[in-house]
């Protein structure tokens, strides 16, 4: 479904106000990355599960590293956009009042200036032993010889950091408690599709924050909001926050 867009006056934020900021595929489209929908749940073929879940990782490893290496090779050859520069600037301003959380994969708000993001789903740039055996660690190598996977010293593969289909999303606690506590949510560039992130609006909500939808169309999730801004991430988000008139 679209919307007509219009023109919306910018939300007024100051160090008071606690923000919780959500941030998917359509923030960094912009940038050259395509989102889950463009790629039609398909990868060179291959049904994104067999790239991107446990089970496809335990049937072919190889596969996946291939898969990943060349999302790896694409943050290399993409920059942040107005909308991850708007973002940095406005946790600049706001320090610890904003909580900034990404479903993304990507480091674009990082490459923007943002000191603190919450990464959801995992990072391209890091791998970990798939046995836990050390933490996750940055990591931008390209393994595509399928003789010559990466190994952890306990003898256990290493797999991409990333949440995979059918896992548990990272740093759920301290969104919780970033959410329980917040004053304005606003979701940037997701399809409301994909839980439990989805479902933070409504946690928000329930809890008295004001709820903002910024993308070029209406999301799954549209009755949590109390407001959509239609439009792209990078026509928006600049124009989106301002500091109050003294
Ligand atoms: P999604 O692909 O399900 O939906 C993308 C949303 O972005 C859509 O609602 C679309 O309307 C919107 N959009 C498209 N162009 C836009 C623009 N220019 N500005 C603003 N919004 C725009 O994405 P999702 O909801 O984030 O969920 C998909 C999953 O895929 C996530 O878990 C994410 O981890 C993963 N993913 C990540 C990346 C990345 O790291 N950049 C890319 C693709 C998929």
Redesign the pocket.
Known sequence: MRAEHREFEPLVVDDRCRVFILT???????SG??????HNGLWEQHDVYEVASPAGWAKNPALVWRFYAQRRAQTFETAPNA?HFALAKLQQRLSDSVFLCT????P?HERAGSPHVIHM?GE?LKSRCERNHEPAFHDEAIYLDPRNLPRCACGALVRPHICWFGETPFHLDAIEAALSKCDLLVT???????YP??GFVAVAKSRGAKTVY????L?ENVASFDECRLG???AVVPKLFATPST
């Open positions: 998917g595929a359509g923030i960094s489209a912009e990355i395509k989102t889950f929908r463009d909308a479903q993304n994969v990507d674009l789903h391209l940037i560039g997701s399809s409301g599709a994909v992130a989805a910024v993308g070029p169309e999301p792209t991430a990078t």
